[in-house]
T-cell receptor, first 116, second 111 residues
Framework: GAVVSQHPSWVICKSGTSVKIECRSL??????MFWYRQFPKQSLMLMAT?????????EQGVEKDKFLINHASLTLSTLTVTSAHPEDSSFYIC????????????FGPGTRLTVT | KQEVTQIPAALSVPEGENLVLNCSFT??????LQWFRQDPGKGLTSLLL???SQREQTSGRLNASLDKSSGRSTLYIAASQPGDSATYLC??????????WGAGTKLIIKP
């Protein structure tokens, strides 16, 4: 149990376009989902926390108008990278926390974004 | 502000050796501590989660300990195998349920 999926697993887009990444909790309800970014050889950096039905909370330095997060249901959150630039190329990982339980976060497999 | 440090940053050992990875944190007010494994270009695999009230957790050849008072956790890997080669990440969950990450230890097990 507690499986989180991400789609797509990798995407290449042109500079200036927008890309949407989906994060789904497959077998549990996730009241909170987290979006992380990971640059090569670095650890994960929390971008934002989203709670179902409310606006996401962004970490300092993360542009909310560039990284649009929608947590429309208890099983789906989306991250849209708007007007992507090469410096947005990174590995994006989502996690989900169950409505009940230990507070543990379950991680998706990640999405590799390359902006050309 | 919670800070998590992992030492060493990289480790290379021959196959079969037992080894210890270290994780330290500055604020003992944690909810839990988790060890993850990450293979190159891949997502995270959760290895062990230790609740703040626990001292250790074991799974197969892995054993993780937690000493909240000293702000330390260790991940012990017994009888290491080449397949254990990966980056190992330590993360503490604070009282706001946010994970604070260490930079990781890159482990190479030589056949």
């Amino acid at each position: 149990g507690a499986v989180v999926s991400q789609h797509p697993s990798w995407v290449i887009c042109k500079s200036g376009t927008s890309v949407k990444i989906e994060c789904r909790s497959l077998d549990f309800q996730a009241t909170t989902m987290f979006w992380y970014r990971q640059f090569p050889k670095q650890s994960l950096m929390l971008m934002a926390t989203s709670n179902e039905g409310s606006k996401a909370t962004y970490e300092q330095g993360v542009e909310k108008d560039k990284f649009l997060i929608n947590h429309a249901s208890l099983t789906l959150s989306t991250l849209t990278v708007t007007s992507a630039h090469p410096e947005d190329s990174s590995f994006y990982i989502c996690s989900a926390r169950q409505r009940t339980g230990s507070g543990e976060q379950y991680f998706g497999p990640g999405t590799r974004l390359t902006v050309t | 502000k919670q800070e998590v440090t992992q030492i060493p940053a990289a480790l290379s050992v021959p196959e079969g050796e037992n080894l210890v990875l270290n994780c330290s944190f500055t604020d003992s007010a944690i909810y839990n501590l988790q060890w993850f494994r990450q293979d190159p270009g891949k997502g995270l695999t959760s290895l062990l989660l230790i609740q703040s009230s626990q001292r250790e957790q074991t799974s197969g050849r892995l054993n993780a300990s937690l000493d909240k008072s000293s702000g330390r956790s260790t991940l012990y890997i017994a009888a290491s195998q080449p397949g254990d080669s990966a980056t190992y990440l330590c993360a503490v969950m604070d009282s706001n349920y946010q994970l604070i990450w260490g930079a990781g230890t890159k482990l190479i097990i030589k056949p």
